[in-house]
């Protein structure tokens, strides 16, 4: 056990994201998202050091129309969070505007810090995308009620 300890502590050291190295401020802004239909996965880049961190996470990639071409990376136009389904969605800027990515999400209400409460109508508009190195989450403030509903997801903040 102590083994394993010692060797994780020498690898995020190693990474630059131990207690030596630089400490990701949490949460961070986020200045672009894009997506990639050939990765399944998600990209933010985050306003942070020298702007090289980023946070990835695995997304479904679908188009709704059939026989239509995939291409990575391109960036989001639009992101949206159903609190029915626990998932939000992104509209991709890609062939004819058809294409989405959607991962799973935990929908909140800020000050019950639980799913639980007030169900949030599907889909709504979501703002303010930030992630956190420190919890290695992403989320977004959702146009909601009163402005206290947020959706975050697991994500790897990592830098290039």
Same mark, same amino acid.
Request: with cysteine.
């Given at each position: 056990?102590?083994?394993?300890?010692?060797?994780?502590?020498?690898?995020?050291?190693?990474?630059?994201?131990?207690?030596?190295?630089?400490?990701?401020? #949490? $949460?961070? /802004? =986020? *200045?672009? !998202?894009?997506?990639?239909? &050939?990765?399944? %996965? @998600?990209?933010?880049?985050?306003? +942070?050091?020298?702007?090289?961190?980023?946070?990835?996470?695995?997304?479904?990639?679908?188009?709704?129309?059939?026989?239509?071409?995939?291409? #990575? $990376?391109? /960036? =989001? *136009?639009? !992101?949206?969070?159903?609190? &029915?389904?626990? %998932? @939000?969605?992104?509209?991709?800027? +890609?062939?004819?505007?058809?294409?989405?990515?959607?991962?799973?999400?935990?929908?909140?209400?800020?000050?019950?810090?639980?799913?639980?409460? #007030?169900?949030?109508?599907?889909?709504?508009?979501?703002?303010?995308?930030?992630?956190?190195?420190?919890?290695?989450?992403?989320?977004?403030?959702?146009?909601?009620?009163?402005?206290?509903?947020?959706?975050?997801?697991?994500?790897?903040?990592?830098?290039?």
């Amino acid at each position: 056990m102590r083994r394993i300890i010692v060797g994780t502590c020498a690898a995020l050291v190693a990474l630059g994201i131990g207690w030596a190295g630089p400490a990701v401020a #949490a $949460p961070v /802004p =986020v *200045t672009a !998202l894009s997506c990639d239909g &050939d990765t399944y %996965k @998600c990209t933010a880049n985050l306003r +942070f050091g020298d702007n090289n961190w980023k946070a990835g996470w695995g997304a479904t990639i679908q188009h709704q129309a059939p026989r239509a071409a995939r291409r #990575a $990376p391109v /960036p =989001v *136009t639009a !992101l949206t969070c159903d609190g &029915d389904t626990g %998932k @939000c969605t992104a509209t991709l800027q +890609f062939g004819d505007g058809n294409w989405r990515a959607s991962w799973p999400a935990t929908i909140y209400h800020q000050s019950l810090r639980s799913a639980q409460g #007030a169900r949030l109508a599907a889909p709504v508009p979501a703002n303010s995308l930030t992630c956190d190195g420190d919890t290695g989450r992403c989320s977004v403030n959702l146009q909601y009620g009163d402005g206290n509903w947020k959706a975050n997801w697991a994500a790897t903040i990592y830098h290039p």
